[in-house]
């Protein structure tokens, strides 16, 4: 049995990691611990806070005792806000205090694209146009070439989890553009789980969506690979075999 910890912000859109959990397979268990998510705003300073180290502190000893093997700060906005070195010290301190491999959702997208083999990307925010930003520059910090971002100015999780795939369709199709490699989504309010067979099959393209990348995170950093058609292009491929 693998067993990964998540640690996820308030309640928005926390059903896709039981969704996720069921398409992985009986010997992957999903274990989500929500943190305190103090004000719930799309703001600079609230994200601040929120991925603050004595918000997460509690649940990562949460996510220690039950037996853990990786633990990921599935949240993208608290983590990227910090910049690439503060995200980075960020993810040092989750896995001093849980004594485990750590990530967050910010590097999880990192790592997916390059796993889907893109160097140009395009992002579809719900984020407000400033924070959205931001994630642009934490990819650029990584080498990652943005061709545009398009952020819809929602400023809380909550109205995030309410979208309908109709919405979440709108936006990956607004971000697209024709030299994107693939889309991001990023955020863990959004449900995507359910939708990213349908987003691929419209965009032609690998679609990366929040939760998807933060539970593929997970098995990366516990040594797992699984093949999952129905969580899209980032779950098909297939690791590279040495000669």
Request: with cysteine.
């Amino acid at each position: 049995m693998t067993a990964l910890g998540f640690l996820y912000p308030g309640h928005s859109g926390e059903d896709d990691y039981p969704r996720i959990e069921q398409l992985l397979g009986s010997d992957i268990r999903v274990d989500l611990v929500h943190t305190d998510i103090g004000e719930d705003a799309h703001r600079v300073d609230a994200l601040l806070e929120m991925g603050s180290p004595r918000r997460l502190a509690a649940g990562v000893e949460e996510l220690r005792l039950a037996g853990a093997d990786a633990v990921v700060w599935a949240c993208t906005s608290g983590s990227f806000v910090h910049g690439w070195a503060g995200a980075q010290e960020q993810v040092r301190g989750l896995a001093q205090a849980a004594g485990l491999p750590a990530s967050s959702t910010s590097f999880a997208f990192v790592h997916a694209v390059r796993e889907v083999g893109a160097r140009r990307v395009a992002i579809g925010a719900t984020y407000p146009q400033d924070v959205a930003q931001l994630f642009a520059e934490f990819l650029g910090a990584a080498g990652i070439e943005v061709v545009d971002v398009v952020g819809s100015g929602i400023i809380t999780a909550a109205e995030v989890g309410t979208w309908t795939e109709a919405e979440v369709l709108a936006l990956a199709r607004a971000a697209d553009r024709p030299e994107a490699e693939a889309v991001l989504l990023p955020d863990t309010a959004l449900h995507t789980a359910a939708h990213i067979p349908a987003l691929e099959k419209d965009l032609g393209k690998p679609v990366l969506t929040a939760n998807q990348v933060t539970i593929w995170e997970g098995l990366r950093l516990a040594d797992r690979r699984v093949n999952a058609p129905e969580l899209g292009a980032l779950f098909t491929r297939e690791p590279v075999v040495q000669a």
